[in-house]
């Protein structure tokens, strides 16, 4: 199952939005609505959220929100968990929502007139402008995205974005990068066989985490090994890092040599 790649910073803007269960209702009456905004109430407080705009449908939700701190995460599940905790309890109270009035048949009318004075034809959906499905901005602001947020990140396969969203990088940038690192040759990382080869094993994991290159292609190029070895070698040096501070260093030393950063 893939995760949907989420990029947190202070001051960000999100458009974050959640469904029902197999499209089941969220809200079924006036007080789960007026429930959800009480929590998004608190939300705003405890995170330190700004909302924009909100849209509260039948089965789903939209927000428009701001993160003063990188809690993007953190904060939308906490709204999540707390609308369903109480969405499972028995509810016996009604209340009135919204904005529009205090009345129903008020705030209802209001509301339609709100809505139906925009029109759609002169709409344009911001969606279409978005970059990999999720980010929205000029080209200088998305290429800042990249290089700060993405691109130092290792890759992740649960998150398909991840890899769309960062550059490509060449085998031989990755190569040079890493020979400098190990003083080693270019021969000498592109020889198979030999055991405990770090700068190999290096490279090859950051060529699979940079080039965009499938692991079929990356044997080819690593002296004919397959694409399994490949993945072998990746999940190898992933496993090293996870036990040795000394090699996220240099990796770390290597991925900013290889981005300029």
């Not at 709204?79 to 369903?84: E, K, L, P």
């Amino acid at each position: 199952m893939s995760r949907p790649l989420r990029i947190e910073y202070p001051g960000a803007f999100y458009h974050a939005m959640n469904r029902g269960n197999s499209g089941q209702d969220l809200f079924k009456n006036k007080r789960d609505r007026e429930k959800f905004l009480e929590y998004l109430e608190t939300a705003v407080e405890r995170f330190s959220l700004r909302i924009h705009a909100y849209c509260l449908m039948t089965n789903h939700y939209h927000l428009l929100l701001e993160t003063r701190d990188a809690n993007l995460s953190r904060a939308v599940q906490w709204i999540n968990v707390s609308f369903a905790a109480y969405f499972n309890r028995k509810r016996s109270r009604w209340g009135h929502l919204s904005q529009f009035g205090q009345r129903a048949g008020n705030a209802k009318k209001r509301y339609r007139n709100f809505v139906e004075i925009v029109d759609p034809a002169a709409l344009e959906n911001p969606e279409k402008e978005l970059t990999n499905g999720v980010i929205l901005g000029t080209e200088g602001f998305v290429n800042w995205v990249k290089k700060t947020f993405v691109d130092s990140r290792e890759d992740d396969r649960e998150i398909p974005q991840m890899t769309d969203l960062k550059r490509s990088v060449k085998v031989e940038t990755i190569i040079d990068a890493v020979k400098a690192e190990f003083g080693c040759t270019r021969a000498e990382i592109l020889r198979k066989g030999r055991k405990g080869n770090l700068a190999r094993d290096m490279a090859i994991y950051l060529a699979r985490d940079f080039t965009g290159e499938s692991a079929q292609r990356l044997g080819t190029y690593f002296g004919a090994i397959s694409g399994a070895g490949i993945t072998m070698r990746y999940k190898h040096m992933a496993r090293q890092a996870v036990q040795s501070r000394r090699l996220r260093v240099i990796l770390k030393k290597v991925r900013g040599v290889i981005l300029n950063i």
